[in-house]
C-alpha cells in the first residue's frame, strides 16, 4: 500500500511536469485507475501540448513486470526532489496522497456542468478545465481530438455539438464564452446569441453558415430538454422573422430544412404549420429571385394537406404559385395582398388591378409587356399548377382595365404596342374603349384647338382607331376633330359669359346650322363668307353623321338654306348690295326660295337708317320691286298677298316721286333721265 502510494505521488509530480515518458510507465501500473486519470486532469500544465497526453490512447500498453520498489528506483533515477518524497514517513506520505486528492477532487467539482444529462469523460472535463484556464482558445485540445482514435460516441457529439458550435460563435461575436458557462446557458439565451445577428450585412452567405453551425448542432446535443419545442415556440416565429434582407430568406429556408428531419411526426405538422404562417405573413414586398427560390423550395417540401386555421385556403401549393407570380409579374406585392386579392368580389378586384397596371406603367411604362403576360398567365386553362389570383374577371376585363390606364394615362404608344401584340390584341374591345375615351377627353377640353393636351390625345386615339379598323374610316370623328380647330379662330360664345365648348358642337345634331347662327351673330364679319360656312357645315354634318347630300351642291337644301343665313346677316350689317345678290342666286332655285321667301322679302322691305332723311334711294326701291316681282312667282300661294302688298307700297313711294328732281337718287348729277334708269332696272 506504501508503495502504491508513493508511486501515485511520483505520478502526480510527473504530471505537474508533463512528464509524458515516465507517464507512460505508470499508466500501465494505475491501470483504469479514476485517481491517476483524475491526477491527469488537474495537474498537467494547461498550456503543454495536448498530443502529450496521446499515451493514454494506446489501444495496448505493454504492461511493466518490475516490482513497485524496481519501478520506484527506475522512475526515481537519483532524482534528490523524488528521493526526499520517497524517504517520507508512511504517515506523511499518505497524508500527502489526501491532500492531493482532494485538492483534485475539488478541481473535479468546479468541473461539474449544472443540469447536464449527459456525462463526461475524462477528456471532455480536461478540455474543461484548460479552458476555464484560456477561454480566448476554445480549441486548444484539437489537436489532441483530432489526433486519437476513440469510440466514445458521447465525447464526439460533445465536440461537435458544443465545442466547435461555442468556437464558431466566439470567433464570429468576438467573445471569450468559456465550454461550461456556455453548457449551463438557459436555451433562450443560446438562441439569443446565436440568432441576435446584424442582418444587413454584406457577408451574409458566411453569417448563416455560422448561424447554421452554431445553432442546429447544439439543437442536437440539448434535444433532451426540449431544445426543438422551445425554439419553434419562442424562436421559430412571425415576430423572429422579416424576409426584407437576403439573410432571412436563406438563413429561414436552411434552417427549415435542417430542423424539419430531425422532428417526428406530430412535431412535424405543428413545424409545418408555423413554416406556412411565416412565408404567408412575412413575405412583405420587394422581394429578390432568390429569396423567391429560398422561399419556394421551403414550400416544396410540406404537403399541400397542411393549412392553417385562419386562412384554411392557404396551402404550400397556392403559396408557391403567388411567389410565381411575384417573381415573374407583380413584384411590387406580397402574398398576404394577392390572398386578399383572390378573395375579393369583382369590384374589389377591379380596383386593385387598376392600382396595378396605373402604378406599373407610372413607374416603368416598359413594363407593359410584363402585365401582358400576366393577363395571359391568369387565363391559361392548362396550367393545373397555376393559382388564379384575379378569379372574379375575365380576360376581356383584364385588358379592358389596362386599356383604360392607358389611356387615362394618355400612353398611346404603349396603346399601340398592345395593338401589335397578338396575345393581347382585341380589336372589338380596343375599339370600344378607344371610342369611350375619345368621347372623354372630347367632351372634357375646353378649346377645341388642335394642339390642346385634350384634343392631341383625341386625334392620337382617332390614329389608333383608324389604323386598327379595317372596316370603319372614322371620318365623321376625323371632320369632328377639325371643324372643333376650325371654329377656334373665330368668337363663339352661347350666352353671356357662356364659352362654346367642342362638345356643344354635339348639342346640335338635330340642326347644325344653329352653330353657323351662332358664328355668324358673333364675328359679324362673317356674313360674307359663304365658302368658308359652307367648309363648316359640311363637316358639321358628316361630324355629326347627317346626311351630306343635303349639304352638298348648290341646289342642296343646306346650301339654300346657308344663302338665306347670310342675307339675313347681310341685312343686320346694312349690307343691301351683298344681300340682293345671294337673293338672286336663292331665287334662281325656285324650290328652296319658296321655303327662304320670308329673307327675300326682308331684302324687299328693306331700310337703312343711314339713308337720307330714312328714305330708301330710289334705285334701290326700284331693284327691291323687281325683286318683289320675282319673289310673287316662287313664294308660297298663301304669302303672294304680303308680297303683294309690299311690292304696291314701293310702287305708291315711286309714284309720288319727281324721277325728273329726285333728291333721294343715288345719281346726285341727275344726268340719266327716267327712262334710262326704267331700262336700267327693267331689262
Not at 404549420?273 to 412565408?279: D, P
Not at 369583382?346 to 411604362?365: A, P, R, V, W, Y
Not at 387615362?408 to 404608344?413: A, C, E, M, P, V
Not at 332655285?589 to 332723311?613: H, M, R, T
Request: hydrophobic letters at 35%; charged letters at 25%.
Amino acid at each position: 500500500m506504501l508503495a502504491e502510494d508513493q508511486l501515485y505521488l511520483l505520478s502526480c509530480i510527473f504530471a505537474t511536469r508533463a512528464d509524458a515518458k515516465n507517464m507512460t510507465r505508470l499508466a500501465s501500473k494505475f491501470k483504469d485507475s479514476q485517481d491517476f486519470i483524475n491526477a491527469i486532469i488537474i495537474l498537467w500544465p494547461e498550456y503543454d501540448e495536448p498530443k502529450n497526453l496521446k499515451f493514454l490512447f494506446v489501444d495496448s500498453v505493454q504492461e511493466d513486470s518490475s516490482s513497485d520498489e524496481d519501478l520506484m528506483i527506475s522512475l526515481i533515477n537519483g532524482d534528490s526532489d523524488l528521493i526526499s518524497m520517497v524517504e517520507l514517513d508512511p504517515e506523511e506520505v499518505t497524508s500527502r496522497v489526501n491532500d492531493v486528492k482532494h485538492h483534485i477532487d475539488s478541481e473535479l467539482q468546479t468541473l461539474e456542468v449544472a443540469n447536464n444529462g449527459k456525462d463526461l469523460n475524462w477528456l471532455a472535463k480536461r478540455i474543461i478545465y484548460c479552458n476555464n484556464k484560456c477561454p480566448e482558445n476554445t480549441l486548444l485540445y484539437s489537436s489532441l481530438w483530432d489526433d486519437i482514435k476513440t469510440n466514445n460516441i458521447n465525447f464526439q457529439n460533445w465536440i461537435n455539438n458544443v465545442v466547435l458550435p461555442l468556437n464558431s460563435l466566439n470567433e464570429r461575436l468576438r467573445k471569450s464564452i468559456k465550454i461550461k458557462e456556455f453548457m449551463e446557458m438557459d436555451i433562450n439565451d443560446v438562441f439569443q446569441l446565436i440568432l441576435a445577428t446584424d442582418h444587413s450585412g454584406n457577408n451574409h452567405n458566411n453569417i448563416i453558415n455560422h448561424i447554421l453551425d452554431e445553432l442546429l448542432p447544439y439543437l442536437r446535443y440539448r434535444s433532451s430538454v426540449d431544445a426543438y419545442s422551445k425554439f419553434l415556440e419562442d424562436w421559430y416565429t412571425i415576430d423572429r422573422f422579416d424576409f426584407q434582407y437576403p439573410l432571412q430568406t436563406e438563413l429561414f429556408a436552411k434552417l427549415f430544412n435542417g430542423i424539419k428531419n430531425d422532428l417526428i411526426d406530430m412535431e412535424k405538422d405543428n413545424f409545418y404549420k408555423r413554416t406556412l404562417e411565416i412565408v404567408f405573413i412575412k413575405s412583405g414586398q420587394g422581394l429578390k429571385h432568390s429569396d423567391i427560390v429560398n422561399l419556394q423550395e421551403v414550400l416544396k417540401h410540406i404537403p399541400n394537406e397542411i393549412k392553417l386555421s385562419n386562412y384554411p385556403n392557404i396551402t404550400s401549393k397556392l403559396l408557391i404559385s403567388y411567389l410565381d407570380s411575384i417573381n415573374l409579374f407583380l413584384p411590387q406585392t406580397d402574398l398576404m395582398t394577392l390572398y386578399t386579392i383572390g378573395t375579393e368580389k369583382e369590384i374589389g378586384q377591379k380596383m386593385h388591378f387598376t392600382s396595378i397596371c396605373n402604378e406599373t406603367i407610372l413607374t416603368n411604362d416598359a413594363k407593359i409587356s410584363t402585365l401582358c403576360e400576366f393577363i395571359n398567365q391568369e387565363h391559361k386553362e392548362d396550367d393545373k399548377d397555376y393559382v388564379k389570383i384575379f378569379n372574379k374577371l375575365s380576360r376581356e376585363q383584364d385588358l379592358s382595365i389596362l386599356y383604360e390606364t392607358c389611356l387615362s394615362l394618355g400612353k398611346f404608344d404603349l396603346l399601340e404596342t398592345l395593338g401589335q401584340d397578338e396575345t393581347t390584341k382585341d380589336n372589338k374591345l380596343e375599339s370600344t374603349l378607344l371610342e369611350k375615351y375619345f368621347w372623354q377627353f372630347f367632351k372634357n377640353e375646353t378649346n377645341g384647338g388642335s394642339k390642346r393636351p385634350g384634343m392631341i390625345k383625341c386625334q392620337k386615339i382617332l390614329t389608333l382607331l383608324q389604323n386598327g379598323s379595317k372596316v370603319k374610316s372614322y371620318s365623321n370623328l376625323e371632320m369632328l376633330l377639325e371643324v372643333s380647330d376650325t371654329l377656334t379662330n373665330y368668337s363663339m360664345n352661347l350666352g353671356k359669359n357662356v364659352i362654346f365648348k367642342p362638345s356643344n358642337i354635339l348639342d346640335f345634331k338635330e340642326d347644325p346650322f344653329k352653330i353657323i347662327e351662332i358664328l355668324l351673330e358673333n364675328n359679324p364679319q362673317m356674313y360674307k363668307s359663304i365658302d368658308i360656312n359652307l367648309s363648316i357645315i359640311e363637316k358639321l354634318f358628316i361630324a355629326l353623321d347627317n346626311d351630306i347630300s343635303t349639304v352638298t351642291g348648290i341646289e342642296s337644301y343646306g346650301y339654300n338654306k346657308l344663302l338665306s343665313m347670310h342675307i339675313d346677316h347681310s341685312l343686320v350689317n346694312l349690307d343691301f348690295q351683298f344681300a340682293l345678290k345671294q337673293c338672286n342666286e336663292l331665287i334662281q332655285n325656285s324650290k328652296y326660295a319658296c321655303e327662304f321667301w320670308f329673307s327675300i322679302l326682308q331684302v324687299g322691305k328693306f331700310k337703312d337708317p343711314n339713308w337720307i332723311d330714312n328714305e330708301t334711294p330710289t334705285e334701290i326701291l326700284f331693284m327691291q320691286m323687281r325683286l318683289l316681282s320675282q319673289l310673287l312667282q316662287v313664294c308660297p300661294v298663301e304669302e303672294t298677298e304680303v308680297v303683294t302688298q309690299q311690292w304696291s307700297e314701293i310702287e305708291i313711294e315711286i309714284a309720288s316721286r319727281d324721277l325728273i328732281h329726285d333728291k333721294y337718287s343715288l345719281d346726285y348729277s341727275n344726268s340719266r333721265s327716267a327712262s334710262n334708269m326704267f331700262n336700267t332696272i327693267f331689262t
